[in-house]
């Protein structure tokens, strides 16, 4: 009896290191999360901004449209990629976010 009372209590002592090191890798990874979702959040803020001057997105655009052709044509296809990558991110969130039954946050 007193055998099998330590064996479990080393089984014991094993599983707390294993959950200790799971809740570490666990931390971790949230870390990362936050710090990739903190830039998502100013680039989504630093997109709203423009979309509420289009003047400004204009005549950034006339500008580089006139210093350089070529390459602002280049940075316009990028540009559409990244806006058409963008759209179907968020169409899959919201899908994601329906499914789970969580709120799938406000347009914006």
């Known amino acids: 009896m ?6 479990l209590a080393e089984r014991r002592a094993r599983l707390v290191e ?5 809740r570490e890798s666990l931390a971790a990874l949230i870390e990362r999360t936050d ?11 630093l997109l709203q901004e423009l979309g509420r ?3 400004i997105v204009g005549a950034g655009a006339a ?5 350089r052709p070529r390459r602002a044509l280049g940075w ?7 806006w058409r990558l963008y759209r ?18 406000s347009r914006g």
């Open 2 to 7: 007193r055998e099998r009372l330590i064996q």
């Open 18 to 22: 294993r959950a200790q090191a799971e």
């Open 35 to 45: 710090e990739a979702a903190s830039w998502l959040g100013t680039a989504r803020n």
């Open 53 to 55: 001057q289009p003047l």
């Open 63 to 67: 500008f580089l449209i006139a210093l």
């Open 76 to 82: 316009l296809a990028k540009g559409w990629s990244l």
């Open 88 to 105: 179907g991110a968020r169409r899959w969130w919201l899908r994601l976010a329906a499914a789970a039954g969580a709120p799938a946050g």
